[in-house]
């Protein structure tokens, strides 16, 4: 049993018998601190799950399907009266043919019907990746809160994409991923027509 970085989730991995599988469920936010006890036919699995919208909790882990039960509550409480908008992933393929991740983060309230500003996160690493999980320090839906649209983009050389996506930003550290975010600035624009281009910010 293992944790992996994939494509903006920390999913759950099971080796063994061939090829790594990735356990689907939840198919959101990120594990962390996994723990497995018990023989190795009838494991017992925990750790503590997280996404965007839901802090920190300890969970049990079902090895058949990763499915999560809850063991704590103690952040979930607090944060149930909160206004947390899910977080939108969006893809698009770059002018160098890279699939690019995303996530738009969107301020408490939301209307579709209104226009809201874009501001663009930019990770800092490079070999870092915006995962939906969380973040204390830079805290998307905190950045989104006075009324910004956020928009978090996996450039090349962000890790959870695979080896060559993240070596491709090697002899390359500013115009290739400075393009890509520009390019995912327009494919939001197109995606979400929410966003109000005349007022944005990085």
């Known amino acids: 049993w293992f944790l992996a970085e994939t494509d903006g989730i920390v999913p759950l991995f099971r080796a063994g018998g061939g090829a790594a ?6 198919g959101a936010g990120a594990f962390t601190g996994l ?3 018990g023989p ?5 699995l ?3 799950w997280e996404s965007a919208v839901s802090p920190q909790e300890v969970v049990r882990i079902d090895p058949a399907t990763g499915r999560t039960t809850p063991l704590t509550r103690f952040n979930s409480d607090r944060f149930a009266g909160i206004d947390l908008q899910p977080v939108r992933h969006f893809w698009f393929t770059s002018k160098a043919g ?3 991740h995303n996530m738009l983060v969107l301020p408490p309230a939301f209307d579709a019907t209104k226009k809201y500003p874009l501001f663009m996160v930019i990770h800092g690493g490079a070999a870092n990746m915006w995962t939906d999980q969380f973040v204390i320090r830079w805290n998307y839906h905190l950045l989104g809160a006075p009324g910004y649209a956020v928009l978090l983009t996996n450039y090349k050389g ?7 996506f993240a070596q491709a930003i090697q002899f390359d550290p500013l115009n ?3 393009t890509e975010l520009l390019e995912a600035v327009d494919a939001a624009l197109k995606e979400f027509p929410f966003l109000d281009g005349t007022r944005m910010a990085a």
Do not use: M, N, Y
């Open 21 to 26: 599988r990735k356990l689907e469920q939840p």
């Open 35 to 37: 723990d497995v006890a």
């Open 40 to 44: 190795a036919a009838a494991p017992v």
């Open 46 to 48: 925990a750790g503590v």
């Open 98 to 100: 890279r699939r690019i």
């Open 158 to 164: 962000s890790t959870g994409f695979g080896e060559a």
């Open 176 to 178: 290739g991923p400075g």
